[in-house]
């Protein structure tokens, strides 16, 4: 099987939640929280990412309103999406992130955590729910492709 690692992003303007997939892009798994001063410095740590973990793909969560329209924040994360496209040379994915930080939160519940103080690990999380659903859906098609 080919190796492909993702990076899965949970876009902030202040922070980053990263995730990194596996060889197999099986997997996803929590890798760390970028602080970012503003876009410019988002896009060169996530390149410096890409470039350290030679990945074959980044998978950005889109965060859309719960009717599926686009948000303001949608369109931000659009424009990194379009800046990351240009400045590398591994495809970027948009994958729906909605409620993916209301899980994430629920996972640091579930292990008795609290959420204030938690907003990097909260960001962590949320990354890998983001990629390991672009993940699960992208392993589904290969096999019914297969089939």
Do not use: W, Y
């Amino acid at each position: 099987m080919k190796e492909k690692r993702f990076l899965g992003l949970d876009f902030g303007q202040r922070r980053i939640g990263v995730a990194v997939s596996d060889p197999s892009g099986l997997i996803a798994g929590s890798l760390k929280t970028l602080i970012v001063k503003n876009t410019d410095d988002a896009l060169q740590q996530v390149l410096e990412l890409v470039s350290e973990h030679n990945i074959a793909g980044i998978v950005l969560g889109l965060p859309l309103n719960l009717s599926g329209d686009a948000s303001e924040v949608s369109k931000e994360v659009e424009a990194f999406a379009g800046r990351l496209r240009s400045s590398c040379d591994v495809p970027v994915f948009l994958e729906d992130e909605r409620l993916s930080s209301r899980l994430a939160e629920s996972v640091l519940h579930a292990h008795g955590k609290r959420i204030k103080g938690h907003k990097g690990k909260i960001d962590r999380i949320a990354a890998v729910i983001i990629l390991q659903s672009f993940l699960d859906r992208q392993n589904m098609q290969r096999d019914r492709d297969q089939d």
